[in-house]
């Protein structure tokens, strides 16, 4: 049973890709075209492609997360934010995103004096330790900053709350 | 268990043997007081924020020698006056603080890292800063003084990485634990700058784990110490531990074990480190290792490699840029002894008691990944 299923949905898969195929045209070398995949979401077996393309898009906001969190002037600039103003970047207090713990989030955190998801806490720092600008919560530059933070503490258990 | 933990436990199964220790007539203590600048001016608007100085204090005595007192002071990481004002404030108040010391400390020594990047401009502010400090003054190199142009400034400004001297029946030995990183950056063509930026980033991994002390310098310290007496004590200066604490943040010098082997004839041994920004204590086999404070942020604890002997300093508050760092005033006793006091500015109790004020308590449940954006071309 296993073996036909697993032939059955090589073969859907293989339709599917065709199909996307037809319907997109072919994507460049070694790129898989996303336009579809909220039309096509969970509705037909994954490939292995598509699944190296979601994972590169997570790891492409995880490196410019590495970038601005490591102060780097170009990101900063091409993403329209001003994350210090005093040469400190992130990770001069957080090496490896060490003692952020954005596991433990969302969380009352002491020095907002209220309850805070790790948003808050990145603008928090954005403002007081390295004087810069605060960013959108909702913006590219958050985004990536928090991948990042994600990314670098893998393997953490969530501990939301914890102190 | 990782390869690293396994090395690790292998090494200290053959280098910690059963009974070795530094001699017990030197100590560590942990005590506090309130510094005398909270008495005056500026520092007494801080002590109503509740700031309270840090200092870290070491008595350290041999036989009949007079007791003395000297400071000890690193890590400044000084930009440009105009980039960042608070890293001025800080240095000029640990300044201001080791010269009013009461009674005055013998010499400063200064541990590395006077600089951020390497930049002459830096290199100077932080030698104008200390021209407050009047006391004999002596240097080490940190790796933010040096890959801009190879310690060129560093040396012209502070003269050689590298000495030793007598002071009271205690010899004191500077190391340059920096300046041999292997060469990451002629293959890759980078300019001094960019070589200097790979080596500023504490969790880089271009530079790689760089601190070292290298076969010449081994030589040397062997000859400069084969003239003293074993049972005299020796303090050993230099800006990364002598031990393995957590190598990719450079909290070693990957030739420890070696270093250990020179030192293992003398029984008095104290290694005073920079670097950590953070207070750390060990013992292998005949020596002690005392990680001190910076005056510019703390750094957290590494997520492994923290000596079961070290007790951790408090959670540092971000919001606050006087807590968490500092400096260290060092008193050598009649009694052999060493002892420590770690001063923060910030507190009265620099060390953590309960586990929730620690800053290691969450370290049991923090997994981390080097990071990955540097090693991507042009970065």
């Known amino acids: 049973m296993d073996i036909r299923r697993s032939t059955l949905h090589q ?26 995949a909220v039309q096509l979401a969970h509705k037909k077996p994954h490939t292995a492609e598509q699944l190296k393309a979601f994972n590169d898009v997570f790891m492409e906001e995880v490196r410019k997360g590495d970038l601005l969190f490591h102060g780097d002037g ?46 808050d806490m990145i603008n928090w720092c954005i403002e007081k330790p390295n004087q810069g600008e605060k960013i959108e919560s909702d913006s590219e530059a958050m985004k990536a900053l928090e991948a990042y933070m994600y990314w670098s503490t893998k393997g953490s258990a969530l501990d939301p709350g914890r102190h | 268990m990782s390869e690293h ?17 530094p001699a017990r007539s030197l100590r560590l203590t942990r005590r506090t007081f309130l510094h005398r600048s909270l008495l005056t001016g500026v520092a007494a608007g801080a002590a109503s924020y509740g700031w309270f100085p840090l200092i870290n204090t070491i008595d350290l005595a041999y036989g009949a020698e007079a007791p003395f007192k000297f400071a000890w002071l690193s890590d400044t990481h000084l930009y440009p006056k105009e980039v960042n004002t608070r890293f001025v404030e800080k240095t000029v108040r640990a300044a201001k603080e080791i010269q009013a010391m009461d009674p005055p400390a013998d010499f400063l020594i200064f541990g590395g890292d006077i600089a951020q990047l390497g930049d002459p401009v830096e290199l100077d502010l932080g030698n104008e800063l200390l021209k407050e400090v009047t006391i ?15 310690g060129e400034k560093w040396r012209a400004l502070f003269g050689d990485a590298n000495w030793t001297f007598d002071h009271k029946g205690v010899r004191f030995v500077g190391l340059d634990t920096i ?52 049972a005299k004590p020796v303090v050993i200066f230099s800006h990364n531990p002598l031990y393995e604490v957590y190598p990719p943040w450079n909290f070693w010098v990957r030739d420890w074990r070696d270093v250990v082997a020179v030192l293992q004839p003398y029984t008095n041994v104290t290694n005073i480190h920079g670097h950590v920004h953070q207070p750390l204590y060990n013992e292998i086999g005949t020596m002690r290792s005392i990680g001190m404070l910076a005056t510019s942020w703390p ?15 408090i959670r540092a508050d971000p ?9 260290s005033g060092l008193t050598v006793t009649e009694k052999d002894r060493v002892d420590t006091e770690y001063y923060i500015w910030g507190r009265t109790e620099p060390l953590a008691v ?26």
């Open chain 1, 11 to 36: 073969l859907l898969a293989g339709v599917a890709f065709l199909g996307l195929l037809a319907i997109v045209g072919p994507a460049p070398a070694g790129e898989v075209d996303l336009s579809d």
């Open chain 1, 74 to 119: 170009a990101t900063q600039e091409a993403m329209g934010v001003k994350l210090s103003a005093t040469g400190m970047a992130c990770a001069m207090c957080h090496p490896m995103s060490a003692d952020i713990h954005p596991y433990e989030f969302p969380k009352f955190q002491e020095q907002i004096g209220k309850f805070a998801t790790l948003r």
């Open chain 2, 5 to 21: 933990e396994r090395m690790r436990r292998e090494m200290d199964a053959v280098l910690r043997t059963p009974g070795a220790h």
């Open chain 2, 136 to 150: 004999k003054k002596v240097f080490i190199p940190g790796e933010h003084d040096w890959y801009l142009d190879m």
């Open chain 2, 179 to 230: 300046s041999r990183a292997p060469d990451y950056w002629t293959a890759k063509g980078m300019s001094p700058q960019e070589r200097m930026a790979h080596m500023s980033v504490l969790d880089g991994t271009v530079a790689g784990a760089w601190a070292g002390v290298g076969k010449d310098q081994l030589e040397w310290l062997t000859s400069a110490l084969s003239d003293w007496d074993k």
């Open chain 2, 299 to 313: 750094w957290p604890y590494p997520p492994t490699g923290v000596p079961a002997l070290t007790q951790p300093m």
């Open chain 2, 319 to 327: 919001g606050d840029h006087f807590d968490g760092v500092g400096w």
């Open chain 2, 354 to 379: 309960a586990e929730a004020d620690s800053g290691t308590s969450d370290n049991v449940n923090q997994r981390l990944s080097a990071r990955i954006a540097d090693n991507q071309w042009p970065y």
